[in-house]
């Protein structure tokens, strides 16, 4: 049972922009999350954080991302966004986000979505 749904990802040429969403539902979708992030996962290289935003809205962003990429979050509608600006061929991955519950041992993680840059 997929508990974040993503949704945003797509084809788009470099220098375009895309809007990542994702949205707590079912059992969890009135929890409590601390952090919420996002990851993404290229082909042939390990995952990395790319962004991560707290409760209180305190970001975190990967050098690579820096002054394109801006994360925020809507604590009611209990959803993360990833605006992406000025995207290149090298940010082309399946993104993931996630979210860390403020009582409970365990991260949820959303299914992945492909973002796929072309030159």
């Known amino acids: 049972q997929v508990q974040l749904v993503e949704s945003g990802g797509g084809l788009v040429q470099a220098g375009g922009s895309l809007r990542l969403s994702c949205a707590a539902a079912?059992?969890?979708?009135?929890?409590?999350?601390?952090?919420m992030a996002w990851d993404r996962q290229a082909p042939g290289k390990q995952r990395e954080l790319v962004a991560a935003i707290t409760r209180g809205g305190s970001t975190n962003y990967a050098d690579s991302v820096k002054g394109r990429f801006t994360i925020s979050r809507d604590n009611v509608k209990n959803t993360v966004f990833l605006q992406m600006n000025s995207l290149k061929p090298e940010d082309t991955a399946v993104y993931y986000c996630?979210?860390?519950?403020?009582?409970?041992?365990?991260?949820?993680w959303g299914q992945g979505t492909q973002v796929t840059v072309s030159s």
């Open positions: 996630n979210a860390d519950p403020a009582f409970g041992p365990s991260v949820y």
């Open positions: 079912g059992r969890i979708s009135t929890m409590t999350f601390t952090t």
